[in-house]
């Protein structure tokens, strides 16, 4: 059986509660869990208390026992110290195709050659 710490939905439409528990990877979102460890309650400012209550011991008992996180509660568990934080690997999608590269280091090579003209 495959365990993941992650959230589960509750609250009213447009207004998001979650709890943050283990369960089995194969249930439902909302469905049957093992244990509830804490809530996330993304209304409340960022500096609110109540915004996150997690149980830390809980947590790291059950990373022990083979337990995965779920991105979002692997960055909470991250910004609490127990684990390290995901390093993502940025995708190549946003940078420029090689043409335009090349044409972005003519424009460069072009301005520093007016820039050594100018200058002497």
Do not use: C
Request: hydrophobic letters at 40%; aromatic letters at 6%; zero cysteines.
């Amino acid at each position: 059986m495959s365990l993941r710490i992650r959230l589960s939905r509750g609250g009213t439409k447009k207004r998001p509660f979650y709890s943050i528990v283990v369960t089995d990877s194969h249930s439902p979102r909302d469905g049957r869990f093992i244990e509830k460890l804490g809530f996330y309650n993304p209304l409340l400012p960022k500096d609110h208390a109540d915004r996150l209550r997690l149980d830390l011991e809980k947590a790291q008992a059950w990373l022990k026992k083979g337990a995965k996180a779920s991105d979002r509660v692997h960055r909470f568990l991250a910004n609490a110290g127990i684990v390290k934080p995901l390093v993502k690997n940025s995708p190549q999608k946003s940078q420029p195709k090689k043409k335009a590269q090349e044409r972005a280091a003519a424009a460069a090579a072009k301005a520093a050659e007016a820039s050594e003209a100018s200058a002497s």
